[in-house]
Structure formats: C-alpha cells, structure tokens
C-alpha cells in the first residue's frame, strides 16, 4: 500500500461522514415538516476499503510496518 493511497482513502472517510452529517440535517428538516426540504437530494456515500484487511482473503491477520525516510 502506498501512502497516497491510505491519504485518499482517509479523505473518502471523512467525505463519507460529510455526506452522512449532511443527509441527517436533511432528515431532520423533514421531520418538522419543512416542504422544502423534500427536494434536497440525498449524497451518497463511496465505498471505502478497509485497510486493515488483505484484499485477496478478507483476513484482518494482516502486519503493518511503518516506514520513515530521512530526507537531507
């Protein structure tokens, strides 16, 4: 796994819980009987891989390392 690739994947999560927070405030504007409210259209959430988990075998028995460069 490359490093951009667990940043762009973070984004998405956090993308994720925007579009959740916002479809709540929508839900809940509905619930007092806002009309309006009714033609603000849902955001759909992206599907985020786990990468706590092997791709190939679903298995969560996977090891991480962390690595460091020093650049001078």
Wanted: aromatic share 6%.
């Amino acid at each position: 796994m490359e490093k951009e690739e667990a940043i762009h994947n973070f984004g998405e999560k956090i993308e994720n819980f925007g579009n959740s927070m916002s479809n709540t405030g929508k839900d809940m504007m509905c619930c007092g009987g806002c009309l309006p409210a009714i033609f603000i259209t849902s955001k759909q959430e992206k599907e985020v891989r786990d990468l706590n988990k092997c791709p190939n075998y679903g298995s969560k028995a996977v090891k991480k390392e962390v690595v460091v460069h020093d650049v001078e």
